[in-house]
C-alpha cells in the first residue's frame, strides 16, 4: 500500500544517503544567503514586561471564549525576550548568513504614538542587533508581523488611515535607532494576513469579520504606509545606511486544473487577486487590472454606489510604484485552480470575487497543518512567474517550512520538505530568476497563531512545560547545517560548482 510515510521514508532513504539523482546538485553561489526566520508575538514573550505596550494578539488571546486553540497565549511564548543570547548561539551552531526576526511595535512605543518611548524595549533589540553582528548573523528585520498596538487596534486599526503616519514614524525610530546595523528591512509581513485575516474573514487579530469591505480598506492603508516608509528611508537614510527597504508577501502557488483557457485564467487571476493585490501597485503601479474591473462589476450588481475596492488618484500610483528594493516572498504550498460554474455574484468577499474554484490533491503529502499540502515543484512555478509578471526585481524567501506535531525529533519530513524545495529554488536560479536569499521558518517551534503550539516548524524544538523553555535541535537542523556549510544539497563529492 501506498502511504505517505512510506514514501517519505524511501524517498529519505534515497535523499539524505545522498544517493538522489533527482535533486539540483549545484552549488549555491557564495554569497546566496542563508538563514532562519522568527516573529515577535511568536517567541518573544515577555507580553506585559519592562513597559510593554498591550498589542491586538495579546486582546485577542487574553478573551474569553478564546478563539485560539487550547486557549494557548504569546505571553511566555519561547522567552526570547530574555533567552536572545542562546539564540544567537544557536544561529551561530547552525552556521546562518542571517537572522530575520521582527519588531513588537508596543514594546517600543506601547501606545502606537511616539509620545512615549520604551527605552528598555528599544534596549532589548539594540543588544540582539549587537549580538547578531558580533557573530557576523546579518539581521534582516520585519517592521510589522501582524502585532499591532491595541490603542491603534481600538480605533480601528489598519481600516483607519490615521495608522499611515504613526507607522511612518515608528519606522522611522527604528532606522534612526538600528539603521546603522541593519542592511535589509522589511516593512510587512504578509498583509493578507492581516487584512484579509484580520479584517475580513475575521480568522487573524483583531477578528473582525468584514468581508469585501474591511479588507479591501485595511490593504489600501498599508499600500499608503509601505510607500511612505520607503520613501522616507530613501528620502533621509538611504545615502548614509546603504540598506534595502522590501516587504514580504504570501502567496500559494496557483496551478490551472487543465490547459483550458478558463482554468488558466482563473489561476492567473488567485494569483493576481493573492499576490498581484501588494506587488502591482508597488512594483507595477495599482491594484492589478483584473481585481478592479471584476470587484468593480460586482459591487455594482450588489447594488454599492462605488466598487468595494478603493481607489488610488494617479498621484497615489505613482507614489508607490516602485517602492521595493527587494521582494520578501513566503512560500509553503499549493492549490488547484479551476474556473468556477458558480460565481456566486451577490455575495461580497476576497474570495468569491476572485471567481474560482480551488482545492488541493489528496495525494500530495500532507502536514500537521491542514492548509499545508507538500508540493516542491509548485516553488520553482511561483519563482517563474514572479520573473514573468516582475521582471528582475531581486527575491529574498523570506519563509519556506513544514510543520509536525512534535511528537518526534527524527523531523524526516521536514528534512524532505527542504531538500525538495531547496533543489526546485536551486532549479529556478538556472532558470535565471533573481533570488538572494532563503529563509526556513522556523528556528524554533513557537506560537503558531490560532494554532498555539499544536503545529510545529522549528528546526528547534523547545520544551514549553519546562519553566526554562529549552531548546533541542531536531534532525533537520543538521540537514540544514549541513546545507549551509557546503551550499549543497545532496552528498558533497556528488555536488558541481556553480556556473
Ligand atoms: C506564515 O503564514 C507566517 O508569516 C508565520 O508567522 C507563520 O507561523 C507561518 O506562516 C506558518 O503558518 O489554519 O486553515 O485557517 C503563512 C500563511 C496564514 C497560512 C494562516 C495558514 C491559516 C489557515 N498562513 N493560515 S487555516
Given at each position: ?7 517519505v521514508?524511501?524517498y529519505l532513504?534515497?535523499c539524505v ?19 532562519t ?295 509553503y ?32 503529502p500532507?502536514t500537521a497543518s491542514?492548509?499545508l499540502?507538500i508540493?516542491p ?23 519556506n517550512g513544514v510543520s509536525e506535531d512534535g511528537s518526534s525529533l527524527e523531523d524526516d519530513i521536514r528534512i524532505y520538505y527542504f531538500q525538495e524545495h531547496l ?17 526556513a521558518w522556523s528556528l524554533m517551534d ?9 503545529e510545529k516548524f522549528g528546526i528547534y524544538s ?11 535541535p531536531k534532525k533537520s537542523a543538521d540537514y540544514f547545517k549541513?546545507v ?16
Amino acid at each position: 500500500m501506498f502511504s505517505v510515510k512510506n514514501f517519505v521514508l524511501h524517498y529519505l532513504l534515497l535523499c539524505v544517503s545522498y544517493t538522489c539523482g533527482a535533486l539540483n546538485n549545484k552549488r549555491f553561489p557564495d554569497n546566496f544567503l542563508f538563514g532562519t526566520a522568527t516573529a515577535s508575538y511568536q517567541v518573544e514573550g515577555a507580553w506585559n514586561i519592562d513597559g510593554k505596550g498591550e498589542n491586538n494578539w495579546d486582546k485577542v488571546t487574553h478573551s474569553t471564549p478564546s478563539p485560539v486553540r487550547e486557549n494557548a497565549t504569546g505571553d511566555i511564548a519561547c522567552d526570547s525576550y530574555h533567552k536572545y543570547r542562546e539564540d544567537v548561539d544557536i544561529l551561530k551552531t547552525l552556521g546562518v548568513n542571517h537572522y530575520r526576526f521582527s519588531i513588537s511595535w508596543s514594546r517600543i512605543l506601547p501606545t502606537g504614538f511616539t509620545n512615549k518611548i520604551n527605552q528598555d524595549g528599544l534596549a532589548y533589540y539594540a543588544n540582539l542587533i549587537e549580538e547578531l553582528k558580533e557573530n557576523n548573523i546579518e539581521p534582516v528585520i520585519t517592521i510589522f508581523h501582524w502585532d499591532t498596538p491595541q490603542d491603534l487596534e481600538n480605533i480601528g486599526g489598519w481600516t483607519n488611515e490615521v495608522i499611515i503616519d504613526l507607522f511612518e514614524k515608528y519606522a522611522e525610530l527604528l532606522f534612526k535607532t538600528y539603521g546603522n546595523d541593519v542592511k535589509y528591512w522589511i516593512t510587512f509581513n504578509e498583509p493578507k494576513q492581516t487584512c484579509q485575516g484580520g479584517y475580513g474573514s475575521g480568522e487573524m487579530a483583531p477578528v473582525i469579520k468584514s468581508p469585501g469591505i474591511g479588507e479591501y480598506m485595511c490593504v489600501h492603508n498599508v499600500l499608503k504606509a509601505h510607500a511612505k516608509v520607503w520613501h522616507m528611508y530613501n528620502d533621509q537614510f538611504r545615502e548614509n545606511q546603504k540598506g534595502h527597504v522590501g516587504i514580504t508577501i504570501d502567496t500559494q502557488w496557483a496551478e490551472p486544473n487543465s490547459n483550458s483557457e478558463e482554468d488558466v485564467q482563473a489561476a492567473e487571476r488567485f494569483l493576481q487577486f493573492t499576490f498581484g493585490w501588494y506587488a502591482n501597485p508597488i512594483i507595477n503601479g495599482d491594484y492589478p487590472e483584473v481585481m478592479k474591473k471584476l470587484i468593480a462589476d460586482r459591487s455594482e450588481k450588489q447594488g454599492f454606489e462605488k466598487s468595494r475596492l478603493p481607489v488610488f488618484t494617479d498621484e497615489q500610483v505613482e507614489f508607490i510604484k516602485g517602492t521595493a528594493d527587494f521582494l520578501g516572498v513566503n512560500y509553503y504550498t499549493t492549490r488547484m485552480v479551476q474556473h468556477t460554474t458558480d460565481p456566486q455574484t451577490m455575495v461580497y468577499d476576497w474570495i468569491a470575487d476572485m471567481e474560482i474554484h480551488s482545492y488541493q490533491k489528496d495525494e500530495w503529502p500532507s502536514t500537521a497543518s491542514n492548509w499545508l499540502k507538500i508540493v516542491p515543484w509548485g516553488f520553482r512555478k511561483l519563482m517563474n512567474w514572479l520573473k514573468a509578471t516582475y521582471s528582475d526585481i531581486p527575491i529574498l524567501i523570506t519563509e519556506n517550512g513544514v510543520s509536525e506535531d512534535g511528537s518526534s525529533l527524527e523531523d524526516d519530513i521536514r528534512i524532505y520538505y527542504f531538500q525538495e524545495h531547496l533543489s526546485n529554488l536551486r532549479d529556478a536560479l538556472d532558470d535565471g530568476v533573481n533570488i538572494f536569499g532563503y529563509t526556513a521558518w522556523s528556528l524554533m517551534d513557537n506560537f503558531e497563531w490560532m494554532k498555539g503550539y499544536t503545529e510545529k516548524f522549528g528546526i528547534y524544538s523547545v520544551n514549553f512545560s519546562s519553566p526554562n523553555r529549552i531548546r533541542t535541535p531536531k534532525k533537520s537542523a543538521d540537514y540544514f547545517k549541513y546545507v549551509m556549510r557546503t551550499r549543497c544539497l545532496v552528498q558533497e563529492s556528488d555536488c558541481v560548482d556553480s556556473v
